[in-house]
T-cell receptor, first 114, second 112 residues
Framework: DAGITQSPRHKVTETGTPVTLRCHQTENHRYMYWYRQDPGHGLRLIHYSYGVKDTDKGEVSDGYSVSRSKTEDFLLTLESATSSQTSVYFC?????????????FGPGTRLTVL | DAKTTQPNSMESNEEEPVHLPCNHSTISGTDYIHWYRQLPSQGPEYVIHGLTSNVNNRMASLAIAEDRKSSTLILHRATLRDAAVYYCILREPQQGAQKLVFGQGTRLTINP
C-alpha cells in the first residue's frame, strides 16, 4: 500500500469554526490532491498540488484553501466551516509525469459540520 | 473532459465473470480509459487503464471497442471482495497533474 495517511480520520465541528485536515505521504511523490465525496456521488476535486508551494484549484474550490510547505504534507483548510462542507475528504498522491502513474488514495476523513 | 455513462448498479454471483460496461461516445483520439474502484468505507483504488488495445492485469481485463466509444471491465471470477463502486474515467494524456473526473460509477453487488 502507498504510504499515505490522513488526520484526523473523523471530526465534528460547528459552523463558523476553522478546520484543517492533513494529508501525509512517505512516497516522495510530486503530486497531491484533495477530493470530497458526498452521498451517492463520485469524488470531486477541490485543490491539487504539483510541488512544494505550487497549488491550483479544482472543480469545487470555493470555501477551501490549501498549503504545501514540504513534499510530504498537504493541508486542506476550511476557514469558516459550513454545513454544506459536511463530507468525506480524500487525499491522493501521484508520481511524476512521463509514463502513466495511477493516483493512490488515503483512507479518508469524515467531517461533520453542525 | 469527455463524459462517461455507466449503469447505476449491477449484481452478480460469486465465482462468475462480471462485465461492467462504460459508454464514452465523445472520447477523443488521445483519451485514456481508466477504471478505479472504491470498496466500502475506503478510498478509490486503481484497477486498470488502456488506450486502444485490450489490457489484462492481475485484477481485471479491459476490453475496448474498435471505435473506442465503449469499453468493458471484466472481472473473470468475482469474489465477495469485488463488491464495490466501479468508476470509468477518461483522461487526456497531458503532462502534469493528470486530474481525474469521477462520475457516479456502477455499484457492483456480489451474491454468495
Amino acid at each position: 500500500d502507498a504510504g499515505i495517511t490522513q488526520s484526523p480520520r473523523h471530526k465534528v465541528t460547528e459552523t463558523g469554526t476553522p478546520v484543517t485536515l492533513r494529508c501525509h505521504q512517505t512516497e516522495n511523490h510530486r503530486y497531491m490532491y484533495w477530493y470530497r465525496q458526498d452521498p451517492g456521488h463520485g469524488l470531486r476535486l477541490i485543490h491539487y498540488s504539483y510541488g512544494v508551494k505550487d497549488t491550483d484549484k479544482g472543480e469545487v474550490s470555493d470555501g477551501y484553501s490549501v498549503s504545501r510547505s514540504k513534499t510530504e504534507d498537504f493541508l486542506l483548510t476550511l476557514e469558516s466551516a459550513t454545513s454544506s462542507q459536511t463530507s468525506v475528504y480524500f487525499c491522493a498522491i501521484k508520481g511524476p509525469s512521463g509514463t502513466y502513474n495511477e493516483q493512490f488514495f488515503g483512507p479518508g476523513t469524515r467531517l461533520t459540520v453542525l | 473532459d469527455a463524459k462517461t455513462t455507466q449503469p447505476n448498479s449491477m449484481e452478480s454471483n460469486e465465482e462468475e465473470p462480471v462485465h461492467l460496461p462504460c459508454n464514452h461516445s465523445t472520447i477523443s483520439g488521445t483519451d485514456y480509459i481508466h477504471w478505479y474502484r472504491q470498496l466500502p468505507s475506503q478510498g478509490p483504488e486503481y484497477v486498470i487503464h488502456g488506450l486502444t488495445s485490450n489490457v489484462n492485469n492481475r485484477m481485471a481485463s479491459l476490453a475496448i471497442a474498435e471505435d473506442r466509444k465503449s469499453s468493458t471491465l471484466i472481472l473473470h471470477r468475482a469474489t465477495l471482495r469485488d463488491a464495490a463502486v466501479y468508476y470509468c474515467i477518461l483522461r487526456e494524456p497531458q503532462q502534469g497533474a493528470q486530474k481525474l473526473v469521477f462520475g457516479q460509477g456502477t455499484r457492483l453487488t456480489i451474491n454468495p
